[in-house]
Structures are given as structure tokens and as C-alpha cells.
């Protein structure tokens, strides 16, 4: 008891989703697993973080900090530091370093920019950030959004790796 107890304390946190972000890989009331080893995320994971910042580019190119939504998010990685992330939003496809991105989990397409490179298209990710989008992309606030932009690698709790509620869906997070 004593090892399991100090394991969920340090390593592993149970987090219950809300939204409907990442539908329907992860449903609101879900909960899942999410480890804190989760320092050099990579493209496909689903990550829980802090959105109390805004990191987006001002019209000549530059990061812009601001205030974010102070709230807890899960988001997928699509793009890490130095990757270059570009749309075409009239076909919905998100293209990363110049390929097309495929992606069998989201629930519809990618048709809307929500403010945050505006102009700026394709954006190389920079160091010590990712670029992170919802699976259920006409209801996301993500990477696209003036609201949150890139995301610190610091800010992230840590990575989804088991739904344990409810019953019937209980098994590892692809």
C-alpha cells in the first residue's frame, strides 16, 4: 500500500476529462491515467498541461506571451520543437514538415484558424514549446487558438497513458 500510495502521489495522477476536445478518443467524465515522465513529449502523445499563458507571434515574426486561460488542458502533440506546422484549411489538412499529417483519430477535419499565427502559416514550433491540437477539431481551443498558441514544454503535467473509468472503456490511450 504504502509503494502503490507513493507511486500516485509522485508518478501517477488519475485526471477526469471535461470537454468535448478530444472526442472520440477521450469522452467528458473519462478518467485516465496520466504519468509525470513526460519531459520530452512526442508527436501523437496526449498530454494534460496548464494553459495560464498565451505564446503566439506578433505580425514581424516574434513570440508574444500573454495571458492564457488558466485552466488545465489534454491536447495531442502534433509538431515538437523544430517542426513546421502549415494547413490547408479549405481541404482541412494539417501538413507537418511539409507532409501530409495523417490522422485516423480526429473527428472531423481541420477547416478553421482560430487566431494565433494568423499570416503566419507555415510556423516552425520553437525550442522548448509544442504545438498541440484537440481530436475533435470544429470544438477545440488548441495551438490555433490566440487564447493558447504554442505550449511550454514546462507547463505540461504530464502524458495520458490508460483510461481506467468508465468500464467499458477502460484499456491504453493510442
Excluded: W
Amino acid at each position: 500500500m504504502l509503494i502503490a500510495g507513493m507511486v500516485f502521489t509522485y508518478f501517477l495522477h488519475v485526471t477526469t476529462i471535461n470537454g468535448e476536445s478530444m472526442m472520440d478518443t477521450l469522452k467528458p467524465e473519462d478518467k485516465v491515467i496520466v504519468t509525470s515522465f513526460c519531459k520530452h513529449p512526442k508527436q501523437g502523445d496526449i498530454i494534460v498541461f496548464e494553459a495560464d499563458e498565451s505564446v503566439t507571434m506578433h505580425e514581424e515574426g516574434q513570440l508574444v506571451h500573454g495571458r492564457g486561460m488558466n485552466i488545465t488542458l489534454v491536447k495531442r502533440v502534433i509538431a515538437c520543437a523544430g517542426q513546421t506546422v502549415d494547413f490547408d484549411f479549405d481541404r482541412g489538412i494539417v501538413y507537418v514538415d511539409g507532409e501530409e499529417y495523417h490522422e485516423d483519430y480526429i473527428s472531423g477535419l481541420t477547416h478553421t484558424d482560430e487566431g494565433a499565427f494568423i499570416g503566419h502559416y507555415p510556423v516552425t514550433v520553437p525550442e522548448g514549446y509544442v504545438f498541440v491540437m484537440g481530436d475533435n477539431r470544429r470544438n477545440s481551443r488548441d495551438s490555433r487558438s490566440s487564447e493558447l498558441g504554442y505550449v511550454a514544454v514546462d507547463n505540461i503535467i504530464g502524458k495520458v497513458i490508460f483510461r481506467v473509468a468508465p468500464s467499458g472503456s477502460f484499456g491504453r490511450i493510442k
